[in-house]
């Protein structure tokens, strides 16, 4: 028999005779406490014992405890300062904070201008005409609100003051052969008003020729059905007004742009549509009109 067999049945002995002890000290203590005396629990007493076992067998060691291992891999970098491990993704009020900051630096919006009815004022130079080389001149400008309606125009029976405008800018034009235009701008509170105001203008067009057809003296005046003429800002209309017994055409038409409308006139005794691109004059004026409002954001 080899000196660890030896070891190993003594140490079985001990043990045996341990819990020999131990049995009899549990009936001890049972037969006491029924005569009377405090209470100790068993179990307590069988977990000294195993305690106890556990320290008499020197030749086993025991066993490790198991390890656990994460599934989910942290990469990790070194603090430059003290060379400490920190892990690399950020937390989530770092997160929370850099998203906030991207929000407290981000550009504000561009308030709208104040002074857009007058900034969109179009020039004479600008203003189409009535044929490929046509001069206009310009004869008076204006910021006050005229009480009727602008000047030569059919389809327009109010200023745009009257239709809910705070601010109006009305500049008038002389061309050749008794040529006459106007191009009123007006700005509302807001765009919301705006586009009632332009309900209003697009209820006057649209009922234009029936209320000229009304008066006994205007049954030669003939209007045309609204046409639709894209503008960088959006749709624009236009009517053509013809007046046979006197010779004399009115080409009128608006865009609205935001919180902003231009209504544009444009009256002559004789006209030429054969210009390049196919567009009548009021079609191109109410395009350039869509131009000055852009500028005039």
């Known amino acids: 028999m080899t000196r660890t067999q030896s070891q190993r049945l003594a ?8 819990i020999g002890d131990t049995h009899q000290r549990v009936e001890a203590m049972s037969s006491t406490s029924r005569r009377g005396r405090p209470d100790i629990c068993p179990v307590t007493v069988v977990a000294l014992a195993i305690l106890v076992l556990t320290g008499c067998d020197a030749s086993s060691p025991p066993a490790p405890l198991p390890t656990r291992t994460s599934s989910r891999t942290t990469t990790t970098t070194a603090t430059p300062s003290t060379g400490a491990v920190a892990p690399s993704t950020p937390s989530t ?3 929370a904070r850099t998203a906030a900051t991207s929000r407290s630096t981000a550009s504000p919006p561009t ?8 900034a969109a004022r179009i020039s004479a130079g600008q203003l189409p005409g009535f044929g490929r080389a046509w001069p206009w001149r310009r004869r008076a400008a204006t910021a006050a609100a005229p009480a009727g309606a602008p000047a030569g125009g059919f ?12 601010d109006q800018w009305q500049t008038t034009y002389d061309g050749a052969s008794g040529a ?4 009123v701008s007006g700005q509302f509170s807001d765009a919301e008003t705006a586009m009632m105001g332009e309900q209003v203008l697009a209820t006057w067009q649209a009922t234009c020729q029936q209320y000229w057809s009304s008066h006994a003296r205007s049954t030669s005046t ?3 059905a609204p046409r639709v003429t894209d503008t960088v800002v959006g749709p624009g209309y236009s009517v ?9 055409f009115t080409g009128e038409g608006y865009v609205r742009d935001g919180d902003t409308i231009t209504y544009v006139i444009l009256r002559t005794g004789g006209r030429d549509d054969n210009d390049p691109g196919g567009k009548s004059p009021e079609e191109k004026a109410v395009a350039v009109a869509g131009d000055r409002l852009l500028v005039a954001r």
């Not at 308030?111 to 007058?118: I, L, M």
């Not at 327009?156 to 705070?166: D, E, K, M, P, Q």
């Open 11 to 18: 140490g079985s002995a001990a043990r045996r005779t341990v």
């Open 93 to 95: 009020t770092t997160r």
């Open 111 to 118: 308030p709208t201008r104040t002074d857009r009815a007058k």
């Open 155 to 166: 389809c327009i029976h109010t200023s745009l003051v009257s239709i809910g405008a705070i």
């Open 180 to 183: 006459r235009a106007t191009v």
């Open 222 to 224: 003939k209007v045309t």
């Open 240 to 248: 053509l007004v013809a007046q046979s017994s006197l010779g004399r």
